[in-house]
């Protein structure tokens, strides 16, 4: 049973700060990209930022400089913090599990990260 459990979302003002969580469970973690990817009501899903096995990360444009994904392979948890939040980036936030070389994904069901003074 694979399942990838978000935590940490909730309502935080403009410019502020929030650290949301993902915790896999089912998958051999260390070896899997993980990612974040977000969708606002009546948008695409999209990419957020993603961190290999290896540590190597990618940031959409958006959030580079604001946000930084990050994973602890002991355990078993990946995070994303953003900080100098804007209304724009108000989404759920989904975490993302992608084993290399294989076409495997999977997602969690989401966590609500709105900004909004």
Do not use: H
Request: hydrophobic share 30%; charged share 15%; aromatic share 12%.
């Amino acid at each position: 049973q694979v399942q990838l459990v978000e935590s940490g979302g909730g309502l935080v003002q403009p410019g502020g700060s929030l650290r949301v969580s993902c915790a896999p469970s089912g998958i051999t973690f260390s070896i899997y990209t993980m990612g974040w990817y977000r969708q606002a009501p009546g948008k695409q899903r999209e990419m957020v930022a993603t961190i290999t096995s290896g540590g190597s990360t990618n940031y959409a444009d958006s959030v580079k400089g604001r946000f930084t994904i990050s994973r602890d392979n002991a355990k078993n948890m990946v995070y994303l913090q953003m900080n100098s939040l804007n209304p724009e980036d108000t989404a759920v936030y989904y975490c993302n599990a992608r084993r290399p070389t294989y076409n495997r994904y999977y997602w969690g069901q989401g966590t609500q990260v709105t900004v909004s003074s």
